[in-house]
């Protein structure tokens, strides 16, 4: 390998979030040709920079998650899963960033395999198509991130109706997301990283999961203000939890 410098999925998450922090506006100028690739050292200046590794998948099951794809896509390195919106509902495509060029062509041997009842389609992508998507999820979110997404009145009611013991369940997260980022979120509360679990799967990655227990069941209520608010460029669920669950979640990540 002649090039080097791959960032891991911290790096992608906080370029992602800086996207997402200064809206649109950041994609009309370029991201840059450094982000996947630095210089290499001399003697090898003619090399091409590889090819931003992501692809596009279309025909996803509706009620797709980041740890459907992830598992769809099982022993290659995720750095993010990006669903696509139309008009504020998913449209059944997404984009999957890769750790490394290489890993797009066994991407592309998934195409047309099946998650659950569906075939789904894989096919190249460009860096420019990826970052044009976060522009607009984002400039969709901020015109109304609760609108946005219609949500079923039983389903609602399923989740005011549930008892609070202070302990939440988050849903929806980007792989990247950190204790800071979901301290953040909930800005409004005090929470310390202790009070913050983010699950992972039996291979040490994470799930799109996370718990949070608050002070007392009052604060966990009150912070269901939350629900379908947006971290960086996602929606986040949130359901109310218990300490029995939380216990569970994080030791099946052992």
């Not at 390998?1 to 997402?20: L, W």
């Amino acid at each position: 390998m002649f090039y080097r410098g791959y960032p891991d999925g911290r790096e992608m998450g906080a370029k992602r979030q800086r996207i997402a922090d200064k809206g649109p506006s950041f994609y009309a100028n370029s991201p840059g040709s450094s982000f996947m690739y630095n210089a290499p050292p001399n003697g090898y200046a003619s090399q091409p920079p590889p090819h931003f590794p992501v692809v596009r998948l279309r025909g996803l099951p509706f009620d797709c998650t980041e740890t459907d794809v992830a598992e769809f896509f099982h022993g290659l390195d995720i750095v993010d899963v990006l669903f696509v919106h139309k008009g504020g509902k998913f449209s059944g495509e997404a984009f999957c960033v890769l750790g490394y060029p290489l890993q797009v062509d066994f991407a592309l041997q998934k195409n047309r395999q099946n998650m659950g009842r569906r075939y789904v389609e894989v096919f190249r992508s460009k860096r420019q198509d990826y970052y044009k998507t976060i522009a607009n999820e984002v400039s969709e979110s901020r015109g109304s991130p609760r609108r946005n997404i219609p949500r079923a009145k039983s389903y609602d009611e399923g989740k005011d109706s549930a008892e609070h013991t202070g302990v939440l369940r988050l849903r929806g997260l980007p792989f990247s997301a950190s204790k800071d980022d979901i301290m953040e979120f909930f800005k409004d509360f005090v929470l310390s990283e202790d009070s913050i679990h983010i699950t992972m799967n039996s291979e040490g990655r994470p799930t799109g999961e996370a718990f949070v227990e608050f002070a007392n069941a009052e604060d966990s209520k009150a912070a269901m203000a939350k629900d379908r608010m947006t971290l960086g460029s996602r929606y986040i669920e949130l359901f109310p939890s218990s300490v029995e669950e939380l216990d569970e979640a994080v030791s099946r990540g052992r």
